[in-house]
């Protein structure tokens, strides 16, 4: 594994924002378990791996989403993203 400077609990989560993610700015990653994993959560928008899609929304909900450098991220630790669709 390349050093990516992230804790074992930072990359699992961004693996499931990645695995959960559809498209571009669209992700089924809309449920914290855990404090532990919100807490994750705030890490990897402070690093700015991964947003909030619906950040500038009114109300309770969020839908993390992988941000260009976490994507960039993701294929140094061969996660995959294959599965998102970008459009250009």
Known sequence: MKNTNLTTEEI???TM???SQIEEG???YDYVSSPQEKGVLGS???K????DAYACEDGDDF???L?????NICEQLEISTAH???FN
């Open 12 to 14: 699992k989560v961004l």
């Open 17 to 19: 924002v990645a695995n």
């Open 26 to 28: 669209y992700s089924e």
């Open 44 to 46: 990897l928008v402070k």
């Open 48 to 51: 700015q791996l991964v947003y």
């Open 63 to 65: 839908m993390y989403c």
């Open 67 to 71: 941000t260009q450098t976490g994507f």
């Open 84 to 86: 998102i669709i970008i």
